[in-house]
């Protein structure tokens, strides 16, 4: 190396001696905005270094907050959201529990109402066609189920008993077209039997077309299928068209419209009265209406009252006021005629023309003509004021 710079010495020289007059120059020249040729160098030369050391000094942060600070809040959030998840598990859970207590607390006051003997059950499955009609519930035989009995609800119907095993049953619903009961109007006056069709909707079969059924209706079990006890309410009649030879009924069974969750089985029926059917049209209450406002007082104006406002009901008034100074009553007691002349002093009276006189005056009357007076005769005593049926000697 020093035998190098021995022998270009001269040259190794100049190079210096060019390299600080480029230095000089730099900081004395300006660029066009007016900032030294020096500092642009530096700020170039230096801007590669800076930024790979602040990415490396901004990485290492990064990875010390996010992987090492912050591992065991991580950890904590993971643990919440698995609690939160735990909680909504649990507050489903409990509202189904409630549900079901509810559930339980109505099947338990209808069983106390109604004289049947009945066994609760919960429904567990239901059939596995598509088009099936039927259900499962978690009593069979071990619990005295047997084939045949009837499934009801607080609502109404569901069904009957067509399979008992020893831990289930199978319950045929009253949709099903294989279903049929019999049924009965409130007052008894109309029978029929009830089918199913496969459909929500139910139909009462041989109904005779004289007989009146009308839409809103219900019916009710009528026993005479030995399987529903009497009393139980079955649906309200959607309608109804005359045919022959026997009415079509369609009727909305109530025991299915909740949905089935528990269910009661008739182990042994007995026979009730037939509630009275609820009200189609429910009272609705009316609030009293809002207070008057206060009406300005009027000033009594001293003077007679207004007349009339026809001449019809002046002279109603005239003859009414001359009917109570005779003492007469229109349209009471015996008839007679009041007086009326001299009552007309508020109207003009037209010049009346005097009265024709009979061709017989002045002749002397029959035997048989003075017991009937004339109407000449009878004016001039209502006139004078003597009886109508009075004459003068």
Partial sequence: MESFVNRYRNLTILLLVIFAQFLLLAIQVKNDQDVRVIRVWTVTAVTPFARVVELMRGGSVGFIRNYILLHDEDAENRRLRDQVGHLKL???FLKN????????????VFQARIPSKTLAATVIGTGAGSNAKVVYVDAGSAGGVERGMAVVTPDGIVGKVIAAYPTASEVLLATDADFAAGVMS????VRGTLKG???PLLKIDYVPIQEKVQVGEWFYTSGDD?????????GMVRSVRD??????????PVGLQHGLEDVLIITQGVHQDIPPAPAADQPVYIAPPPPDEPKPAVPAVAGPASPPITEADKLRLEYQAAGEAQGHTFGAGAYSEPNFSGIHTTLPKAPMPAPALPANVGAK???G??????????HSNQANGEPIGSTKQ
Avoid: C
């Fill in 186 to 189: 409130p007052d008894g006056a």
């Fill in 243 to 252: 045919a022959q030879p026997f009415k079509e009924i369609l009727l909305e």
């Fill in 97 to 108: 529990e409630l549900n079901t207590a509810e559930r339980a607390k109505a099947l338990g």
């Fill in 365 to 367: 009357p029959s035997a």
């Fill in 197 to 199: 069709q496969g459909t």
């Fill in 226 to 234: 030995r399987i529903f006890p009497r009393g139980f309410p079955v």
């Fill in 369 to 378: 003509a003075a017991s009937k007076p004339t109407d000449s005769t009878r």
């Fill in 90 to 92: 649990e507050n489903i």
